[in-house]
């Protein structure tokens, strides 16, 4: 079973930066695509960033395109997220998710992804 735990989340000022680790444990995270995605309450989950099993293929969403850059350092087992010139809107839990799956039609839905972090709760503010 594949595990996933996400750190790095916190308070940050209007214009900031912020970089998202997502640790994956109990199986090889080379053999996984990887995402992220946010959520408020209230509101649906939103694809962030995703890349392909090896991180040499990346799409992002549109919310916060040009601002963010995924990677993923299978070495590691770890996804990371860089987050910058952050904005009161990106304020929401992040969270990684793993997919055997990957391309550009598979990485951006949520219901691609079969494993989840924790999330890990991001606040911009003044």
């Known amino acids: 079973q594949l595990r996933l735990q996400e750190s790095g989340g916190g308070s940050a000022q209007i214009g900031g930066s912020l970089k998202l680790s997502c640790v994956a444990s109990?199986?090889?995270?080379?053999?996984?695509?990887a995402g992220w995605f946010r959520q408020v309450p209230g509101k649906e989950r939103e694809f962030v960033a995703g890349?392909?099993?090896?991180?040499?293929?990346?799409y992002y969403g549109d919310s916060m395109q040009g601002r963010v850059i995924i990677s993923k350092d299978n070495d590691k087992n770890t996804a990371y997220l860089e987050m910058n010139h952050l904005r009161p809107e990106d304020t929401a839990v992040y969270f990684c998710?793993?997919?055997?799956?990957?391309?550009?039609?598979?990485?951006?839905?949520?219901?691609?992804?079969?494993?989840w972090g924790q999330g890990t709760q991001v606040t911009v503010s003044l």
């Open positions: 998710a793993a997919s055997i799956n990957s391309g550009p039609a598979v990485l951006p839905r949520a219901t691609s992804y079969g494993y």
């Open positions: 890349t392909s099993w090896g991180g040499v293929s990346k």
């Open positions: 109990g199986r090889s995270f080379k053999n996984y695509s």
